[in-house]
């Protein structure tokens, strides 16, 4: 079970191995504390932090990734406007590095990922792994070809042709199932969204950007951070009726 | 079990009780197809509408609600950067029309929703019968007071004084566990934040806002709506180490 | 002259006629007052104004308006990122009521404006002479068709297919000037980018939205509106060379 | 008179002194190419450059700043929103580089800046000199012990405590002038607002913030860009009454 330290200015360390001394520019924590405790340890200099087991979402932080991967913002949106639950079979593809596919795991009952490139699927498979992941299958296979699982509850999509998915998706989803697909561009977008509009087993709920505003607090210090992430990509929501 | 009905439009209907006939703008439906069929059904004028068993998130969106709850975009974030999931458990305070609780419900494995108003409590009563959700206690107290729950993963608030549960949320988190508060105005996040920052248990992580912007996207017609949801609250997470 | 009467709490009349009393929800002002006085002056009914000379501003945000105008936070950015000045000579197309050809007659040299609809003539017409504009000449005539000002430092468009405009403005223009136009759809930008792009007489600088927050401050109640514009439109610049 | 050299692909090029032969990664222009031509050059090695008269714009671009100078976006809205105009006074305060206030020179009909710190008055008399401004007039003086200049039309603050400076801007300001402050933070913002509500030669108009949205527009790559700029300042506007 891997263990996070934090200290109070949020400085954070993930432990993957309690049985070895972990060392740190505050100093090294010896592999006795790491394993016995939960609580407060301090390093061979006295700077203190707590120790506790780690949950999904940080060692979600420490996945390995290709490029480009979803931000946590957009991941937000697709479960809130679905509501994707603990009763949920979920198909995705393309799996990327998976972060999508492995978020949405740590909800839903079961999800199968798509992936055409075996070196992402490499990555995935470890990502998997590392995140103790038991209801995730990955594929080796183009979804444009179809979709084994039936009765599906949601596709996710982040594929640079989107609407070549539809076909696969309309045979794959429950009536009333969510297909969102997930685009950096506009052209991406309109192609997606008028090939779903022609198609009689959709219909088009929404098209969405989010923008993720960080401020910084701090006594008098109260503003919007200088640097933001200007755009990571649009999220459309149709339903198989 | 409810009914959604839903056309290639977009138009939809959500159907509580089947054995009645449902009028709508289009024409009615007869009960006997309202019962029996998932798939496509026609109402008495030939206008065609798929039938099929509600989402979670189609229920949800039918809540009874007080003035103000919650957008979805920002329950997203909650749920991204929290990865709040099946075995998370989770208290809520104040429970307002107990959006926020419901949703978190349908994910986590059990969540207590804290609300001292009466009329507030009715009404979240109502709405998690209406969900049919089974993992969901209300409690009439002050989260002020403390929090009865022990080893909690999470605690969500939104309340007009949010550091005044800062106690109680200590006492109440695993370390490792997340704190959120979710306010209106500058004012409370910084009141919320400074107050954390001194509390030598929790360390404060960020504070965002979540801007969604929703396009029409048909034909050439493709450009971010006209209208938009300015303003709906800032989420600042802190973690209990 | 026009005047203003404006209150401590924002309220704010225009005062076309100082030779009849004026009736509003505050009770009257007395044409000897609304004549003689600048400073403060009282209705009938004892409430306090102050009156002042119209500024030009005051004017604008008053002139006769079809569905849609350009908002000042877009005029905003055409003034800063062209640098347009008292030396400046403008041409614009379609006068739609004429908000931007005024705005910029305001600190240019001169603008003359292209529209082809005469319905809207009349209101520009009106409008420039609401205005006390001197130095706008509107012309019925179709800009595709070309542009007779030579050694043009500014070209603005708002037009459904701004790229049949970009001939006449190459001609138009002088070495280094400025051709804006402003569009609310996307593929409107795209057309209008790509063609000047392969166009050797322009370079093109950038393609920007403007998004304006406008905040509540009052006591503790400080967050960003609950109703914001979500869009109005693209603003592409591209220059001669 | 300063002259830009700019490519096809927006690459641009500064020519302070055309006596010299201007070397460049492109190669080197020739010096009597610099002098004569306005039209089209090439380098040594056969880069095609336009070769132009600056524009302000183009100066205005590359004036001397200090860390931190308001952007054009944050200008516009100022100009937009006031309607500044060659007839128009302005005063100014802190000068920092002095780009708000040259700027508002290339537009108004004098501006005074006022700038305690010295080092910054000379990196704004150098800037003045470089745009070859005329009508603008540096003090070395603080504004929050008063203005000189009577009956203007627009005072803009710049300034860490921006309330002190209310009563001098009131007895500058003529009636339904503009008093505008640029501030970083909300607690600024809110000391600020607040004490010009209780004055009562002071109108509060509004607060607002400007997001500017780039995109990148080539072929079928539409999109927002990546990277932005997530916060400058917060613009209120007062008018004095």
């Known amino acids: 079970m891997a263990k996070v330290l934090m200290n109070k200015l949020g ?27 939960n609580g407060r340890i301090k390093t061979n200099t006295g700077k203190e932090f707590a120790i506790f087991d780690a949950y999904f979402i940080d060692l979600h932080k420490k996945i390995k ?14 479960v809130s406007e679905t509501g994707v639950n603990k009763k949920s079979k979920v198909v995705d593809a393309g799996s ?8 949405l795991a740590n909800i839903a009952k079961e999800v199968t990922t798509y992936e055409i490139r075996e070196d992402f699927i490499e990555i995935v498979k470890n990502n998997i792994k590392f995140l ?35 076909e696969s998706a309309e045979k794959s989803l429950k009536a009333g199932g969510f297909l969102v697909s997930y ?19 959709f219909t088009y709920i ?3 950007e989010i923008i993720e505003r960080e401020w ?9 951070r200088s640097q933001a992430i200007g755009h990571s990509g649009f999220i459309s929501f149709v339903r198989k009726i």
Request: glycine letters at 6%; charged letters at 35%; a positive charge.
């Open 183 to 201: 685009s950096p561009t506009i052209p991406q977008v309109m192609d997606f969204v008028n090939e779903a509009r022609e198609n009689r087993h």
């Open 11 to 37: 400085k954070r360390f993930l432990v993957k191995d309690t049985s070895k001394d972990m060392h740190t520019q505050f100093g090294y924590f010896k592999k006795e504390d790491l394993k016995a405790k």
């Open 132 to 166: 103790n992941l038991k209801n995730v299958k990955i594929k080796n296979k183009n979804i444009y070809d179809g979709i084994d699982e039936k009765n599906v509850d949601l596709v996710t999509l982040d594929l640079p042709e989107p609407w070549k998915a539809l």
């Open 65 to 78: 990734r290709d490029a480009q991967i979803i931000p946590l913002k957009d991941i937000g949106l697709i």
């Open 96 to 103: 990327g590095s998976g972060a999508l596919a492995c978020f």
């Open 206 to 208: 929404k098209t969405s």
């Open 216 to 224: 910084e607090i701090e006594g008098r210090k109260v503003r919007p």
